[in-house]
Structures are given as C-alpha cells and as structure tokens.
C-alpha cells in the first residue's frame, strides 16, 4: 500500500489522518508538527482506535522529523496560522507563505516524487506558490479548494431538494474564497435530473450564496476554521490519487491557457490518478458563469501579487 504524509497536526491535518486510517487509504500514515508531542499524541489517540474500527492502517507521529517522511506518495500540508473569526483567506497570506516555502522544501528532500495537496489558506496562492519555489511538474500540486467547496454546495443544495447529498451531482470552480467561488447551478443535478428543473432560480441562487460564505459561516459558528469537511476532502483527493481512480474532481491547479486564464493557480475540475491531477476538463459554462469565472481570477491574480511584491516569488 501506499505512504501518505500529513503536515501540521491541527483539526484538519488530524482529522485528515484519522479519515485515512479508518478507510485504509494507506498503510503508512505519518502525522508531523512542529510542536513537541501534538502529532505523536494524536496519531496514539487515532491508533487506539484501530481495534473498534477494524482498520490496519499505521499512523505515526513524529515532531519536525521530514526523514520520517521519505518515499512519500502524496503530501497534505495544512501548515499555517488557521483563520479567525473576521479574518480573511487573503489577510493570512504573509504568515503562511514563509510557513508553506519551508515545509514543501523540506518534504521534496526525502520524496521528490511525491504529488503535494495543499489545504493551507489562503489555498490558492499557496498552491501557486508552490508551483514557483518547488520546481516540480505543475500535474503534482493540487489545491483542496474546488473539492470542499463542491461538497458544501452539494450539501445546501441536499437541504433545498430535501433530498440524500450522495444523490447529487455539482461543482465550484474558480477561487477558493467567499467573493471568488463560482457554483456551477446550470450543471447541478439531483439523480440526473437538472437543479433548474427541480428548484426556483430564487432558491439556487441562494444555494449558491449560502456556499459561497460556507467556510466563513462556520468559522463564525466554531470560532476557528472548519476540519471534518476539509479533512475528508484532502483525503478524498489523496486516495482518488494513490488508487489511480481517475476522479473528475474540482481542484485548484496551475492553468496553463485553460478556461482562458495562464500563470495562475485557480479551481477547475481534473481527472485524479496516479502522479497527481492527469488533465483538465472543459465544462460548457453559460455566459454568465463564464463571466463570473473571469471575475474570480482577476481577483485571485490579485491577490498572487502579494507574494510577488513580498519577494516570494518572481
């Protein structure tokens, strides 16, 4: 079986490791933190768990040991100041940026071949500067945004169709941020049949608003960010990666003329497999859709330009 590494071992990276050990996307897990004795705890509190569970997965903590890390198949970084209460993605940018840049340069030391999924806010840019200091193939970064904003639209569009969430099919794409998301309503589909034939564009519209502040909703409910959907996610994309399932999947990854936008990391369905995200899917987006696609990644460009007037990247 495959070696997964999660790195920060907060709600997210922990709830990450404890989704992959109970599904045995991995035999070796590997749970690491800069705080002496976090992930060595949590991974013995998950391990405890192995004999109610019935998995065999092995989950292992270490503090700050990236040796403990080598041959790794996917990385899952959550690093990185977690999000208050009226703090913005974008107002996070300085802090996690220099936090990112180390950890991705000290985990392709001992796995230069691994595929890295960030989770660490604000996604976008750090998924973008990933792909400027890394130096590894655009196809193995992978940012979690498109694939927790997507389920969280299928849950509020669940509660409209007062219908099962697995009996739904939708998609965000764009920017992993409150203003920059694009909920895709023309494609959404409850069983094959249409959204717009089972719900007012009233209704839609607001599935599309609630989704949008869905992250912002609960940082306000929780007082820090979320971690069950957001930890299920990254390991939802990990094991689509390990287990070559070819997953049509909303990530954001690094657009090279795609959907008309190039140099810019940005949510876009692609198809996960072995190596990382293997292409990008075109969707026929309606005009509007289309517009609002553009909108975001002006503002996501925008945003990338911190790092560049901080010297992060060129």
């Known amino acids: 079986m495959a ?19 109970i599904n045995e996307v991995a035999e070796d897990i590997i749970l690491l933190d800069i705080k002496e004795g976090l992930s060595e705890g949590k991974a013995m509190d998950i391990m405890q768990t192995a004999n109610l569970l019935g998995f065999d997965s092995r989950v292992t903590g270490v503090t700050n040991d990236y040796a403990a890390t080598a041959g790794s198949d996917v990385v899952i970084i959550t690093s990185g100041l977690a999000r208050k209460p009226g703090m913005t993605r974008e107002e996070l940018i300085g802090v996690n940026a220099g936090i990112v840049k180390n950890v991705v340069e000290s985990i392709l030391k001992y ?114 960010s979320a971690w069950y959907a957001p930890g299920a996610a990254a390991a939802f994309m990990a094991e689509a990666v390990v287990k070559d399932q070819k997953k049509i999947v909303s990530c954001g990854v690094m657009v090279e003329g795609e959907y008309g936008q190039s140099d810019l990391v940005i949510g876009v369905p692609v198809v996960l497999g072995k190596g ?35 010297g992060m990247v060129k």
């Open 276 to 310: 990382g995200w293997e292409r990008i899917v075109e969707l026929p987006l309606s005009e509007e859709e289309k517009e609002l696609f553009a909108k975001s990644a002006d503002a996501t460009r925008k945003v990338n330009n911190i790092l560049k007037d901080n």
């Open 111 to 224: 796995s230069p071949e691994t595929v890295l999924v960030i989770v660490s806010n604000p996604m976008d840019p750090m998924a973008y500067l990933t792909n400027k200091v890394s130096g590894i193939c655009r196809h193995r970064i992978i940012g979690l945004g498109g694939a927790l904003d997507s389920s969280r639209f299928r849950y509020f569009l669940s509660k409209a169709l007062n219908c099962n969430p697995n009996d739904v099919e939708a998609m965000v794409i764009g920017g992993h941020g409150d203003t920059t998301m694009v909920p895709l309503t023309s494609l959404a589909a409850c069983k094959g049949i249409p959204a717009t034939k089972l719900l007012d564009a009233e209704t839609l519209a607001k599935v599309a608003a609630d989704t949008k502040v869905g992250g912002a909703t609960l940082t306000g409910l929780l007082g820090t």
């Open 3 to 21: 070696k997964i590494t999660v790195v920060g071992a907060g709600n997210v990276g922990a709830t990450c490791a404890n989704v992959l050990a």
